[in-house]
């Protein structure tokens, strides 16, 4: 574990408070102790009690695009607080909301021109979804209430969000009944297909399918299909070409609108402004937040071509914090960041880099596939690489604390470790990981007797 060397961290402040609620964190983990996270640096961070942190995560959700220390980003934000902290998001607007539209209207894909602003990437899906609905319903196409999401989706923890989580099982099914209406059909993850088929033999078959899952429904009735463009429920997984192209001809033969989710994917987290535009499709509808404020403050917004906009007079949704002045501010500093430092790109150049380092880990017993696109890259686990049988929970918790011990910070998501630097993460940082990455699964392997 990497100490402190300057001497900037203060001593360890005792234990937590007992007052304090974390969230997604068992009993057991609390009493293990969890680390209290004091301050970031470019692409470290550091506890209180001094040890420091290769972070492969940004942030552990992955949000941190630009890394961490930004003065830019905190002058910007407290400029922006002197001048207007807050003000109404109906019928009053603020510059910087206006002047974020118009950089995201430059970056956006296809005919997204429209955009709207809420605090994180729940409330943008939750937005999306009502408007779709709002859409519909506001051409006078009463019924479609439906939504398609996909097993192994996430898309967030509120209300009409947990209707399309298809993964995290947990949390959806402690808050259930939901709203009813959702409909679930199989994702594209070809390491271990739902549907037991093998590309391309397979025809694309879990695109093709949800034709057949909408006409059960009645294709009066559904509204909308959300989806992830590379999905995180099994480890950045990026679905065959064709798939794309497929899901969007299937809505469009049925008058759904199309939303994709990029709270994860967009700016430039797949070496791209957003990650749709590795398949040449463009959304209906799209949701951002995460990368884009770099996580500094919380911020989602949704965005949508001027079709979808066009019939609906006022969106009837408001937010206390809608379009907050503050969050867009840091918001447009941060995609400045992005643009002047040529952070896409970046992404594109280091994500191929990390691949090629990773791609020899394969050798591990443990490693079934290596895979990523930009800075988003995972390694699928298993205990047997012929049957791919999925690695135990506990073993990835184990990963996941060896990691810890010697300096860097991974997380797991679904059966993969999966990776998600800050996209300022040098070629020196990536060496450095891959070197403890490397001996965590071979010290696993070891442990478990397949070494
Ligand atoms: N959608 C996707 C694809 C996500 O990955 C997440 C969070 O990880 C969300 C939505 C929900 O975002 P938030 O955690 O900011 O509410």
């Known amino acids: 574990m990497g100490k402190d060397e300057r001497g900037k961290h203060e001593q360890s402040r005792g234990p937590l408070s007992p007052h304090l609620i974390l969230q997604r964190t068992s009993k057991q983990h609390v009493r293990e102790g969890v680390p209290v996270i004091e301050r970031g640096e470019g692409v470290r961070i550091f506890d209180e009690d001094g040890h420091s942190y290769l972070d492969l995560t940004a942030g552990n959700t992955r949000p ?59 409330e943008a899906v939750e937005t999306a979804i009502k408007l779709a609905r709002h859409y519909h319903v506001s051409r006078g196409d009463l019924q479609r209430h439906k939504v398609i999401s996909r097993r192994g989706a996430y898309h ?30 199989d994702s594209p993850y070809c390491y271990r297909c739902p549907l037991h088929l093998s590309y391309p033999e397979c025809g694309i078959a879990c695109a093709r399918d949800i034709e057949r899952f ?13 989806a992830e463009p ?4 099994f480890g950045a997984y990026r679905p065959p070409k064709e798939y794309w192209r497929i899901v969007r001809e299937i809505c469009d033969r049925h008058g759904v609108l199309l939303i994709v989710d990029e709270v994860i994917c967009g700016f430039g987290r797949t070496g791209r402004w957003f990650a749709i535009e590795h398949f040449d499709v463009e959304p209906d509808i799209m949701t951002m937040a995460k990368g884009i404020s770099s996580g500094y403050v919380p911020l989602g917004g949704v965005g949508c071509t001027a079709r979808v906009w066009e019939p609906i007079d006022t969106f009837q949704h408001l937010h206390t914090y809608g379009n907050h002045p503050v969050s867009c501010a840091a918001a447009l500093k941060n995609l400045e960041i992005i ?49 791919r049988a999925l690695f135990p929970m506990e073993r990835m918790d184990s990963l996941v604390r060896r990691g810890r011990e010697k300096g860097i910070i991974l997380k797991y998501m679904g059966p993969s470790l999966e990776f998600a630097p800050p996209l300022i993460i040098t070629r020196e940082d990536i060496d450095a990981g891959i070197e403890q990455i490397e001996a965590c699964l071979r010290e696993e392997a070891e442990e478990m007797g397949l070494g």
Request: overall charge negative; aromatic content about 8%.
């Open 214 to 226: 909408i006409e059960f429904e009645g294709p009066s009735q559904v509204s909308a299909l959300i």
């Open 339 to 387: 643009r002047a430092e040529d952070l896409i790109r970046r992404s594109e150049e280091m994500g191929a880099y990390f691949l090629e380092q990773m791609k020899p880990l394969e050798s591990n017993p443990i490693v079934g596939e290596v895979r990523g696109t930009g800075l988003w890259t995972a390694v699928d686990l298993t205990t047997d690489g012929a049957t």
């Open 156 to 185: 967030g923890v509120t209300g009409g969000a947990l209707r399309a989580l298809g993964t995290v099982n947990a949390m959806r099914q402690i808050m259930e009944p939901l709203a009813p209406g959702t409909v679930f059909v």
């Open 230 to 233: 590379i999905q995180q429920g």
């Open 64 to 122: 941190v695009h630009v890394g961490y220390g930004r003065r830019e980003i905190a002058q910007a934000v407290y400029d922006q607080i002197m001048k207007l902290p807050y003000f109404t998001p109906m019928r009053f607007a603020n510059r910087p909301a206006s002047d974020l539209a118009d950089a995201l209207a430059e970056v956006a894909p296809g005919g997204i021109d429209h955009f709207t602003f809420v605090c994180d990437g729940s």
